[in-house]
């Protein structure tokens, strides 16, 4: 009997032993296996949450110190629709991520403008690709320097040639977009690096939808597809295709 | 790397709209008969931007001149406004972008090219009626060697 309450003893103080009482908490990495296989499949395969600078997106992203919210179930262009705006693999610079906005999707037509150039087609805009002449304007403000070297005669000349320029510009070249192929742009036409310049980008080189931005703690901003393309209305329709009404009064 | 671009003028936009690619072999969209762009397709709006650019920063600031007024950094941007068509068919729609065919920013040929055609036809006009001794050899031959 006294043999067997010494092991019964021994027993019990094993037991009560550091070495066993881990023995309860063995599953404790496990936990953390868990938790960390798990976050990574939702940053991976649901929402991507990280910091983006840049000036690509300018206007609609702010350039700097911002957070952006990517959905990364659109991932490999999934649902993916005209206008939206998608996280990209950049196809020029490893392990580069870039936001650009879907211009066009498979078989869609866009046009083919040159890398950076500030305005679709070529068109002459007014302001934007006007700035020569702004410069000019204002060097004449400034210091009157071209002024008093041309004369005013040269200049009145020089003023009336512009005048009566004739508005020509190259026949602009549009491009089909081949199969399983996106045709993206940045916002920011003059500062963006993108489909103009790299061609059409495979599908599979999309992260996902960025759905939300933030460029404060509790300022978030919405995405969301409906934000990219907006549908014209019938009402409308004389307004946006009209003639410019400032080029008209003139 | 992307396969090669296919471009193509804007004049040839409308013609171009009926064709596809499968496989990479063009097909018809079988598009219904007397389909019009403008006509049978919703027009969307999408607007983007286009600021300051690199090179009249650098022109700015070899001149002396202040930066552009407004906007971060000197940058001040202007919105620039795009078309599209969407063009709905059975189960499908594609996406035409309208910018440079219709609305402000339409591309017209200039004056100076359209007098160049007008120039070249009547050139290609005699040259067929007067005929020439090598095409007339060629058209000889293709009767038997089909030009495909």
Redesign the interface.
């Known amino acids: 009997m006294s043999i067997g309450f010494a092991i019964l003893g021994a027993l019990r103080r094993t037991i009560d032993s550091g070495l066993l009482r881990l023995y309860r908490y063995r599953r404790v990495p496990l936990y953390f296996f868990a938790v960390g296989a798990s976050g990574s499949l939702f940053r991976e395969y649901l929402f991507t949450i990280d910091g983006a600078t840049g000036?690509s997106m300018?206007?609609?992203i702010p350039?700097a110190a911002n957070f952006l919210c990517v959905n990364r179930m659109y991932g490999k262009g999934h649902g993916i629709k005209?206008?939206d705006v998608v996280q990209i693999a950049s196809p020029i610079f490893p392990k580069q991520y870039n936001g650009k906005?879907v211009?066009?999707?498979p078989?869609?037509?866009?046009?083919?403008s040159k890398s950076?150039s500030?305005?679709?087609?070529?068109?002459p805009?007014p302001?934007?690709t006007d700035?020569k002449q702004r410069?000019e304007e204002?060097?004449v403000a400034?210091g009157q320097a071209v002024a008093s070297s041309a004369g005013p005669v040269e200049l009145m000349k020089s003023l009336a040639e512009d005048s009566h320029e004739?508005e020509?510009?190259d026949?602009?070249?549009?491009?089909?977009i081949?199969?399983g192929?996106v045709w993206v742009?940045g916002?920011?036409?003059?500062?963006s690096r993108d489909s103009r310049f790299?061609?059409?980008?495979?599908m599979a080189l999309i992260k996902g939808r960025s759905s939300w931005f933030a460029d404060g703690l509790f300022s978030f901003s919405s995405l969301k597809p409906g934000r990219?393309?907006?549908?014209?209305e019938k009402e409308e329709?004389d307004a946006?295709?009209g003639?410019?009404i400032v080029s008209e009064a003139e | 790397m992307a396969p090669p671009e296919k471009t193509f003028p804007i004049s040839e936009l409308e013609n171009r709209v009926h064709l596809y690619d499968v496989d990479y072999k063009e097909k018809s969209r079988k598009l219904p008969k007397g389909f019009d762009l403008k006509r049978d397709c919703e027009l969307y709006e999408l607007v983007q931007y286009s600021c300051t650019t690199q090179e009249e920063i650098e022109q700015r600031s070899l001149l002396g001149l202040k930066p552009a007024r407004g906007g971060k950094g000197g940058w001040e941007c202007y919105s620039f406004v795009r078309l599209f068509r969407r063009c709905k068919y059975g189960n499908q729609e594609f996406n035409v972008e309208t910018t440079a065919w219709e609305g402000r920013h339409t591309w017209k040929p200039s004056s100076r090219l359209l007098e160049e055609q007008a120039l070249a036809q009547p050139a290609q006009s005699e040259f067929a009626a007067n005929g020439n001794s090598e095409r007339a050899f060629a058209k000889y031959g293709s009767y038997f060697w089909s030009g495909k």
């Open positions: 000036p300018y206007a609609t350039d005209v206008g906005r211009i066009a999707l078989g869609d037509y866009v046009l083919r950076y500030v305005a679709p087609g070529g068109a805009v302001g934007i700035w410069i204002e060097k400034a004739e020509e510009w026949e602009p070249e549009m491009i089909q081949p199969e192929h742009e916002d920011n036409l003059a500062w790299f061609g059409p980008l495979p990219g393309l907006r549908k014209i329709l946006v295709l003639v410019d």
